[in-house]
C-alpha cells in the first residue's frame, strides 16, 4: 500500500488549508483511514479516522468543530480539512492505513504511512 499525502504549507493562524492523501495497493474502499500529526520534539498523535463507508469519523478533542476528515472513494482519497487553523496546529501531517478495516485512534492500528506534509501555522 502506498500513501501519497500533499496540500500543506504555510497558513495565518485562522486560515484554512485542505491535505489529500490517495491511496494505491489494494482495495481502498473497504478500509478505514486516519490522519495524524508529528510537532517537533512531540510524539506522533491521532487527529482523525473515518471509516470506510465515511459515514462514521472521530476526531481528537484538539481538532473537534475545526477539523474535517472525508474521502472519496472513486478517487482512493481522503482529505482532512483544516479551518480556524491556530499555531499550534503546526506538525508534519501523516496519513494512514490500518491493517484491517475499522477505525482507529491509535497507532499501533495502523500499518502503512505516507510521507507527511507539513503545516505551518503563523501567529
Known amino acids: 500500500v502506498q500513501l501519497q499525502a500533499s496540500g500543506g504549507g504555510l497558513v495565518q493562524a485562522g486560515g484554512s488549508l485542505r491535505l489529500s492523501c490517495v491511496a494505491s495497493?489494494?482495495?481502498?474502499?473497504?478500509?478505514?483511514m486516519g490522519w495524524f500529526r508529528q510537532a517537533p520534539g512531540k510524539e506522533r498523535e491521532f487527529v482523525a479516522a473515518i471509516s470506510w463507508t465515511g459515514a462514521g469519523t472521530v476526531y481528537a478533542d484538539s481538532v473537534k468543530g475545526r477539523f474535517t476528515i472525508s474521502r472519496d472513494n472513486a478517487k482512493n482519497t481522503v482529505y482532512l480539512q483544516m479551518n480556524s487553523l491556530k499555531p499550534e496546529d503546526t506538525a508534519v501531517y501523516y496519513c494512514?492505513?490500518?491493517?484491517?478495516?475499522?477505525?482507529?485512534?491509535?497507532?499501533?492500528?495502523?500499518?502503512?504511512w505516507g510521507q507527511g506534509t507539513q503545516v505551518t501555522v503563523s501567529s
Open positions: 494512514a492505513a490500518p491493517e484491517y478495516s475499522g477505525v482507529y485512534r491509535y497507532t499501533k492500528h495502523y500499518k502503512y
Open positions: 495497493g489494494r482495495t481502498f474502499s473497504t478500509y478505514g
